[in-house]
């Protein structure tokens, strides 16, 4: 139980309303309202008064119950260092830090997503244009025009993707420091992460199953269309029909681990513990060049043969091969240390 249940447990359990609690304490019921909400931290004074209005310790009211005994201690004061230059510095990570930074992540992880989803989406049209253009029978549309067509609506679509990775960026441009230094919560802040980590914990897992089951079943139309008509049209409605299936698994996916990724960057926890963000800093530039070159291969291929419907494999073999680069890597620092 973090500092702002406590203090509405008490309220309530002395029969208090939050205009009767703040007259007592000399503050405005707003104030009062912020306290249960987790928006704000009271002063140490309204701490302290709150004990004997109570009847309880300090330590009761300031010690999470879910916390170790020393992270009090931990997230009472800012790191002692407080040089940004020295290599130990820690930034510490107010309350309201914290709210905005997952506010944001959470308005915004939607339209992320989206905009992974729409860069899946964009070769579909150019896939069905080309299928057709290739129609024996009197061509239903000219080679030429279903290529540029196509073309088009693939460069719009994913010009807009990239507005909407732009705009995020802006708005969590600040926050960056988060996935490379490590950080200390304020105190309180801790608490009130982990409680709206738990409160979504459900929520991601739905997501995470929903996400992977749709990645998965994908394949289905591939398969069953490509069967019954492996050079025709409904081979082409199959990978259509796959990579649409596919935007809806990666969209569940984008959002909720961008969501819980919030909350594990404010922790330090997973992927964005202090060991990981060390390695990420070494890592840096191999990652840079590889995606890069990844990348221009995609689009070389792609543009030079036009089967965007086979040129797609490359991210996921990509993926997977990038964790065997990072591991290589490390092993060469490793035998030089």
Same mark, same amino acid.
């Given at each position: 139980m973090i500092l702002a249940d406590k203090i509405a447990e008490l309220r309530k359990k002395n029969g208090w309303s939050q205009e009767e609690l703040a007259g007592q304490l000399g503050v405005s019921r707003q104030s009062v309202s912020k306290w249960e909400s987790a928006s704000s931290i009271p002063d140490l004074d309204k701490i302290l008064k709150m004990s004997d209005i109570f009847g309880v310790s300090t330590d009761y009211l300031l010690k999470d119950s879910d916390e170790p005994e020393e992270e009090t201690l931990t997230h009472a004061a800012p790191s002692a260092v407080s040089d940004s230059g020295n290599d130990n510095y820690i930034r510490t990570v107010s309350l309201e830090e914290a709210n905005t930074f997952m506010d944001i992540v959470q308005d915004m992880a939607a339209k992320v997503?989206?905009?992974? /989803?729409?860069?899946?989406?964009?070769?579909?049209? %150019?896939? @069905?244009?080309?299928? @057709?253009? &290739?129609q024996e029978g009197g061509h239903v549309?000219?080679?030429? @025009?279903?290529? /540029?067509?196509?073309l088009t609506v693939l460069l719009v679509m994913v010009a807009g993707a990239v507005a909407l990775f732009i705009w995020y960026g802006?708005?969590?441009?600040?926050?960056?420091?988060?996935?490379?230094?490590p950080v200390e919560l304020a105190y309180g802040v801790t608490g009130v992460v982990e409680k709206r980590k738990k409160a979504y914990e459900p929520s991601h897992g739905i997501s995470l199953v929903i996400g992977v089951g749709l990645c998965i079943l994908s394949a289905i139309p591939v398969f069953v269309l490509g069967v019954l008509d492996e050079d025709g049209m409904l081979a082409i409605y199959g990978v259509?029909?796959?990579l649409m299936i596919v935007s809806a698994g990666v969209f569940f996916l984008v959002?909720?681990?961008?969501?819980?990724?919030?909350?594990?960057?404010? %922790?330090?926890?997973? &992927?964005y513990s202090r060991a990981k963000k060390?390695?990420?800093?070494?890592n840096e530039v191999i990652s840079t060049v590889y995606w890069?070159?990844?990348?221009?291969?995609? %689009?070389?291929? /792609?543009?030079?043969?036009?089967?965007?419907?086979?040129?797609?494999?490359?991210?996921?073999?990509?993926?997977?091969?990038?964790?065997?680069v990072l591991g290589i890597s490390s092993m060469i620092r490793n035998n030089k240390a």
């Open positions: 997503a989206t905009g992974v /989803s729409i860069c899946i989406l964009s070769p579909i049209l %150019l896939i @069905l244009l080309g299928g @057709l253009s &290739d549309i000219p080679e030429a @025009l279903a290529a /540029s067509v196509g802006r708005k969590t441009e600040r926050f960056e420091y988060l996935e490379k230094e259509v029909f796959c959002r909720t681990c961008m969501i819980f990724g919030s909350f594990q960057k404010l %922790l330090e926890e997973g &992927d060390t390695a990420e800093k070494r890069c070159v990844v990348t221009a291969v995609y %689009l070389g291929w /792609s543009f030079y043969t036009m089967e965007w419907q086979r040129t797609w494999i490359i991210w996921p073999c990509a993926a997977v091969l990038f964790g065997a």
